[in-house]
């Protein structure tokens, strides 16, 4: 059996979905995806939400592992997402431009952000990344225009290009670093809109030294509480 959500033909062997709810799928009318709904389903396939601008809230269960490319691409009225315990990777441009979202949790099971997974949400102003990540791909968050903060984990050993940066604002953004080891990035992973780096007691040499980081020496500082 396939449908078409969004624009896009869908397999959805595996999935339990009440007569309703499939048909507002279908339409492109759905305002809210549950656990419930994608039972039994273990991947968000490509683009499964592309374009579905009606969608407000998204709960992914535990039996997904993975969220494929451009899963909820330009879903522009959706404003809560929560990721299953058992997604190990959130695809390319996955949530980008999700413009009304604005908050993000990343479950400690994700070991893997692809590139642009949150571009141009501009509302989003709080990302929580797991203790699992290793990896956050080019302008994973480019364009977050109003996001302030974020705590990367110890747990993250590469970084893309533009992570952080913003083209359209002058909003500035600290970068709390756990650990000692600093993550592998680019040249321009740190962008103009990096403001503080704060680092653990005791490592400030180590990032202030470290390949591509020691051009931001000079806003580093160590955590003082």
Do not use: H
């Not at 996955?94 to 952000?113: G, R």
């Not at 990035?185 to 103009?192: K, R």
């Amino acid at each position: 059996m396939a449908i078409y959500i969004g624009n896009q033909k869908v397999a959805m062997s595996g999935l339990v979905v009440d007569n309703s709810k499939l048909a507002k799928l279908v339409d492109g009318t759905i305002t809210e995806v549950t656990a419930s709904d994608l039972q039994g389903a273990t991947a968000i396939r490509e683009r499964a939400f592309y374009y579905c601008s009606s969608l407000e809230s998204v709960t992914i269960p535990n039996s997904v592992t993975s969220m494929g490319n451009y899963a909820f691409n330009n879903c522009r009225n959706l404003t809560s997402v929560t990721i299953g315990n058992n997604v190990t990777s959130i695809g390319n441009n996955a949530f980008s431009y999700c413009t009304s979202l604005t908050s993000v949790t990343i479950p400690d099971s994700v070991t893997s952000i692809g590139n642009s997974a949150f571009a141009d949400c501009s509302k989003l102003a709080s990302v929580t990344i797991g203790n699992s990540v290793t990896s956050i791909g080019n302008s994973a968050f480019v364009n977050c225009s109003i996001l302030e903060s974020v705590t990367i984990p110890d747990s993250v050993t590469s970084m893309g290009s533009w992570v952080f940066s913003v083209n359209y604002s002058s909003t500035k953004i600290t970068l709390r670093m756990l650990g000692s080891t600093p993550p592998t990035i680019q040249s321009n992973t740190l962008s103009s809109n990096i403001e503080k780096i704060i680092v653990d007691p005791g490592t400030l040499s180590i990032w202030q030294n470290a390949t591509n980081w020691s051009a931001k020496a000079s806003i580093m500082e160590e955590e003082t509480e």
